[in-house]
Nanobody, 123 residues
């Protein structure tokens, strides 16, 4: 069964950090670009970051540039999202998704999706 599983979410105070993981099972991740998306209650899904299959190109949304870092370890079939200087507006369910080789801004082009992990930033 092909699936992505996110982990690492939780409750953190403003200014804190979390590291999300996206682990693949049933397929090899190194042929896929991995995107992180988030959706807050009452808001549209937003692209957060993406890393291409080889790992040398990363994209970030304007709202997270300089605070979030995406990386991948293909040997572990896992992609990470390091989130620093978290703000209350970062509160959302975070999803990872896979698309062949090259990042896409269109969420509809992604082939596989995880079920999400909740990130809450609050004092």
């Amino acid at each position: 069964q092909l699936q992505l599983v996110e982990s690492g979410g939780g409750l953190v105070q403003p200014g804190g950090s979390l590291r999300l993981s996206c682990a693949a099972s049933g397929f090899i991740l190194d042929a896929y670009a991995i995107g992180w998306f988030r959706q807050a209650p009452g808001k549209e899904r937003e692209g957060v970051s993406c890393i291409n299959s080889a790992g040398y190109r990363q994209n970030y949304g304007d709202s997270v540039k300089g605070r979030f870092t995406i990386s991948r370890d293909n040997a572990k079939n896992t992609v990470y999202l390091q989130m620093n200087s978290l703000k209350p507006e970062d509160t959302a369910v975070y999803y990872c998704a896979a698309v062949r080789y090259i990042c896409s801004e269109l969420s509809s082009t992604y082939n596989y999706w995880g079920r999400g992990t909740q990130v809450s930033v609050s004092s």
